[in-house]
Nanobody
Framework: VQLVESGGGLVQTGGSLRLSCAAS????????MAWYRQAPGKQRDLVAL???????RYTTPVKDRFTISRDNAKNTMYLQMNRLKPEDTAVYYC??????????WGQGTQVTVSS
């Protein structure tokens, strides 16, 4: 199983980034997919998730700024991040969870928002 994140980088406050998570070795369309983030010295927190049925959930800090989506034909999940703030700076991780609650994580991609 591999989950590979990409799309991170350095952006100014108010800017946008689009993260991708490419999955292999799992039946992608049967997995709930999620984005987490971890800032230095803090715990890893959920950012957004999308179920196998396409239902989405966001945490309050990113609601109305971030959009999670998935393309089952490409085995890829996305996170469109708009109006970025310095407090969004973190390593962003992709996570999959199947119907048997098996979970896998990607290696993370760094997002840095300068003020």
């Amino acid at each position: 199983v591999q989950l590979v994140e990409s799309g991170g980088g350095l952006v100014q406050t108010g800017g946008s980034l689009r993260l991708s998570c490419a999955a292999s070795g799992i039946i992608f369309e049967l997995n709930t997919m999620a984005w987490y983030r971890q800032a230095p010295g803090k715990q890893r927190d959920l950012v957004a998730l999308i179920t196998d049925a396409g239902a989405v959930r966001y945490t309050t800090p990113v609601k109305d700024r971030f959009t999670i989506s998935r393309d089952n034909a490409k085995n890829t999940m996305y996170l469109q991040m708009n109006r970025l703030k310095p407090e969004d700076t973190a390593v962003y991780y992709c996570r999959s969870q199947d119907l048997q609650n098996r979970e896998y994580w990607g290696q993370g991609t760094q997002v840095t928002v300068s003020s």
